[in-house]
């Protein structure tokens, strides 16, 4: 989360004449091996601007709308996946013993 918040902070900064964000710049971040088109349907999902010349008011670019677009530019459910699997999809936590079982093995 903190490396997270540092890019959001990055992305924040990068501010355009106007003091919003560009939408090039987010592309620029999230385009190692993702496609543009990717990019910009996630950012209209979330009900952002998000044509290739748009911009984004810094008020609306949110840590918590920067966390879910990074959920769907890069999910990871294998990471998922595997949580589920070893508590047996019960619950949003590890138990000392699971975590410990998970790390030994």
């Known amino acids: 989360m ?5 890019h959001w902070m990055r992305m924040c900064f ?3 004449v106007n003091g919003k964000i560009p939408v090039r710049g987010i592309t620029r971040t999230f385009a190692s ?5 990717g990019i ?3 950012l209209k999902d979330l009900g952002l601007p998000s044509g290739k010349n748009d911009e984004i008011e810094h008020s609306d670019f949110t840590f918590d709308i920067f ?3 990074t959920q769907k530019i890069c999910p990871r459910t294998d990471i998922e996946e595997l949580f ?4 047996g999809n019960k619950t949003d936590y590890l138990t ?5 079982s998970f790390l030994n093995e």
């Open 14 to 16: 990068l501010t355009n």
């Open 67 to 69: 966390y879910a677009l």
């Open 33 to 37: 091996g993702k496609t543009e088109k």
């Open 2 to 6: 903190t490396c997270l918040k540092k």
């Open 96 to 100: 000392v013993d699971q975590l410990v």
């Open 40 to 42: 910009f349907q996630a």
């Open 84 to 87: 589920k699997k070893i508590n």
